[in-house]
């Protein structure tokens, strides 16, 4: 069990800001995020979108945003635990006890939710009768490719992971590609492939094709495909498998009491605490008169909420209001020498 | 003001005036009617915006933006009349415009 004085939800710009600032007044913190890697929806869905509103950034894209919070954190060693979901969280006198999906325990006075829009989860088929196969022959992502040697594998999507994968299975499983329109919008040089490896027999594909069903009694026999007009088309498939992209979902949040407004927490503007003790909530997930879903406002938020942990962490001290610029004790906690 | 007209899943319809220059999504958004997400607020990075557009409407819209049927092959359900409603401006032609709301978008 980890005990830490803060435990942040989401390593978006907000949350790991809002490190920096704990860090700086002192306090540790570790970041759980359930993506496998560090920057929320900068990274995740526009990494390479110019930003022109960070405060004296005139441009900068999302993953060079990420990258500059990382290195501004770096004096902080923070633990991050990536690929993670906070699934629980139980009062226990003055501390939190939070458990992840993965199993891992924190002991902690503050939890800091600076989760977005909610955790990124891959889309599933819209088809009821997939929801019985789920995690066993429909998937929508792949742990160990052994499992489809020699097997037909139904893939259906249209980027690149859904290429990737047709490519790579095709070489020792029987593999039917299906998308929903002509262009597909992975690399060329995927597209390509494919279509080769289509010319050559070695896949099939069909465009303009939908899941309209998946059979089978007890194990996955075959998926049932749609057009537009109708006309459905029956695979053979031992597995079948769902490149969709990601949504986004609230996810366990929504049974931990709080209060939530059209999947948005409200927060007091002071501290950016919920209506929990000890749990705050930063970034585009809180809610409060005039709040404004920009990364700035996240930074703003995350700076008061550091300071909303402090009294929780510390109970027995003053939090002293320093500078950056001037403060001996911040520039220590920073690892910058003093002459 | 243009007047669309968003029909839920269910049936239950919603005629709004919206002011021109906003675009479908922000008119249901700013009018809460239910079932458009908008996650991303409007920047062609989510897909739960989705709408179908009414088939004799369908042609008469401005063309896609590069991109867009990139993000609707990640929506839900998603048929040849999709559209992100983010991407759909609203002006002077739209006047009656009917889009229909997926059972969800997430």
Redesign the interface.
Known sequence: MIKTDALIIGAGPTGLFCAHQLGIIGLKCEIVDNLDKIGG?CIE??PD?PIYDIPAIPECTGEELTNNLIEQIKPFNINFHLSDRVQEIKKEKENWRVKTLNGKEFLTPNIVIAGG?GSFEP?KF?TKSADKFDGKTVLYSIKDKKIFKDKSVVIF???DSALDWAIELSKSSKVTLI???D?F?GAQSSVDKVKELQKNNILEIFTKY?IKDVNGNGKLESVEIKD?EGNSKLISADYVLGF??????LGPILDWGLNIDK?TIPVNTETFETNKQGIFAIGDICTYPGKL?LILSGFHEGALAARGCFKYARPDEKLRFEFTTTSKAVQNRLGLKND | MTKIIYIEHSGQKHEIDVANGLTVMEGAVQNNVPGIDADCGGGMSCATCHVYVKEDWFPKLPNKETGEDDMLDQAYEPKANSRLSCQITVSDELNGLIVHLPEKQV
């Not at chain 1, 969709?244 to 979902?249: A, E, P, R, T």
């Open positions: 929806q869905l526009y979108k829009v889309r819209p999507g249209g980027g998308h929903r329109r262009e919008r939908s537009d969709f992209g990601l949504i986004m979902q999947k879903k």
